[in-house]
């Protein structure tokens, strides 16, 4: 290994001279260079080399050219050799490939060697790595794009780019990038010809006839085909090749209505398609789009179909005009029918709905929703809120359905208060014996308050604690009536220790502290002793 490494030092030494001689190096910087390339060639010779050390020393070289090319532009000088000139990117390369050679699947690596050949215009060294990173790594799709847009775009060779993209799908024809790519070129290719026979007929001057199908977009109608019978035709791909077409500068709306409708023809229960494609017809003749989402109302029986076209409806309400009612008579007339009802989506749609005068038809979906999905709280609870006539009737039609549900209760209990409160009161007793009421403790106790003042929500505070265990917020909303209304102070205080013996925090003994400091000084020491043994040290110093 020394010997090799000797060998490839001696290599160096007439450019380093002759660097030191253009005053480029001094002495020390050129013996420096020479112990630091040593040291790094003994490393990547060595049996078990890290790919770090060559990282390494690439980009110590990539600093010394960089050094090197900006010290000869200061001296403005022109008399140096090829040696000079070119050592350091050959000596780059040299350690790129060695490394490649070890690292053979290592796709960023593969990567920044590509930019480096096109940085340094290395045309024949990239051709050969390409080559090299797509034999090892045929299944990796970034190298094959990277190796057509190459042939397309620097090489202006359409033929060999298109063939890089056939052999790649022979790997990979399950990627949607590939075949987006890939109809990508096709497009752009015909966009070039078609810009390049307008500028030949504009200056009177003959051009090579082509074909009619290819200017039309054979080819890539064909590859768009291919593509949806061999990838999943999700809402991202396809829009990554409506986006091509969309960019043209020339109008292409036979390719986009091709690329749709093949689409739906893959696809026809795919929902999404259906609204896109009445998205393209509507910007051109909006009498086409009724029947376009009447079909797919039909064809697709699902709640996503129909969420999709109210979405479409409110978004073109006014290019639609009386097309919005008709196509909620025609809806509404098959709602029954509907699969994979989404209640929450409902509630999401349902006001940009109401303020598109699209509220009976609201109403309609609501109720079609509850049938199907009986024990959706929210679907009842926007019901209530928005859609109801007689909120006690619905919400009593949804108790029958969740007779526990905490938060149905409360709205009963509520919209019943309005109504007759005696009544609301006797139902709250009958509710709040139940297990399932203790979220509702502190909601009955401010009912009672409400209604029929601090005495009444006295007795209630104790005769709930028969049946469950008071929540801190329940104590804390009967101390906050009680301070309020200027109770005797120990009338407070015997609340204030029932809230510090059952729910021990610094928050709580702070509470109580700074009414006895305001209400009732005599008591404050005592208070503080009790708080001196409940809490740590730094919790009382945080108190005050």
């Known amino acids: 290994m020394a010997e090799v490494v000797q060998s490839h030092i001696e290599e160096m030494l007439p450019e380093v001279y002759e660097l030191q001689q253009l005053g480029i190096l001094s002495s020390l910087e050129a013996k420096s260079v020479i112990k630091t390339r040593t040291d790094f060639e003994y490393k990547m010779r060595r049996r078990i080399s890290k790919k770090q050390d060559f990282l390494r020393f690439i980009d110590y070289e990539l600093k010394f050219d960089k050094l090197k090319q900006s010290r000869l532009l200061q001296l403005g000088t022109n008399d140096v050799s090829e040696g000079v000139r070119y050592r350091s990117l050959q000596r780059i390369h040299f350690i790129f490939q060695k490394c490649l ?23 024949r060294s990239l051709a050969l790595a390409f080559v090299e990173a797509l034999k090892h790594n045929p299944n990796c799709v970034e190298l094959w794009i990277m190796s057509a847009k190459n042939e397309m775009e620097v090489n202006k060779n359409i033929s060999a780019a298109r063939s890089i993209f056939l052999r790649a799908l022979k790997f990979n024809s399950d990627s949607p990038e590939l075949w987006k790519e890939y109809f990508r070129l096709e497009v752009l290719h015909v966009e070039k010809l078609q810009k390049r026979r307008q500028i030949m007929q504009a200056c009177d001057k003959p051009e090579l006839a082509a074909a009619d199908d290819f200017m039309n977009f054979k080819t890539a109608k064909i590859v768009f085909r291919n593509a949806i019978s061999s990838i999943d035709l999700t809402s991202d791909n396809l829009s990554g090749f409506t986006d091509v077409v969309q960019k043209l500068e020339f109008n292409q709306d036979d390719l986009m209505k091709f690329l749709y409708e093949n689409a739906l023809k893959q696809s026809p229960e795919n929902p999404f398609l259906w609204i896109k494609l009445a998205e393209f017809v509507i910007t051109k003749d909006v009498s086409k789009t009724k029947s376009i989402l009447q079909t797919a109302f039909s064809t697709v029986q699902t709640f996503e179909c129909l969420m999709g076209i109210i979405e479409f409806m409110i978004k073109f309400s006014e290019k639609l005009g009386d097309i919005l009612n008709e196509m909620t008579d025609f809806m509404g007339r098959s709602l029954d029918t509907l ?34 999905c009986p024990e959706s709280k929210s679907l009842w609870l926007y019901k209530v809120h928005n859609l109801s006539d007689d909120p006690t009737k619905d919400l009593e039609k949804a108790l029958e359905i969740l007779p526990k549900d905490p938060e149905i209760l409360f709205e009963y209990l509520n919209s019943l208060a309005l109504v007759d409160q005696v009544k609301c009161r006797s139902k709250w007793e009958e509710i709040i014996k139940e297990s399932y009421a203790s979220p509702l403790i502190t909601q009955y106790l401010q ?6 003042g601090l005495v009444d929500a006295r007795v209630m505070f104790k005769a709930v604690q028969n049946w469950h265990t008071i929540p801190e917020g329940t104590v804390t909303e009967l101390l906050k009536y009680e301070m309020a209304n200027d109770s005797d102070s120990e009338q407070v205080c015997q609340l204030f220790n029932f809230l510090t013996n059952n729910f021990d925090k610094a928050e709580n003994w702070k509470f109580y502290l700074d009414y006895c400091q305001k209400n009732c000084p005599e008591q404050f020491s005592s208070v503080l002793w009790k708080c001196r043994k409940s809490l740590s040290e730094d919790q009382i110093a945080n108190l005050f």
């Open 101 to 123: 050679r070890k690292y053979k699947n290592d796709i960023p690596l593969w990567i920044r060697y590509i930019k480096y050949c096109k940085q340094v215009a290395s045309t």
């Open 447 to 452: 009912f009672i308050y409400a209604s029929f």
């Open 339 to 372: 699969s994979l009802i989404k209640p929450d989506n409902i509630v999401s749609i349902g006001s940009m709905m109401i303020a598109n005068n699209l509220c009976s038809f609201l109403e309609k979906i609501t109720e079609v929703a509850l049938k199907k």
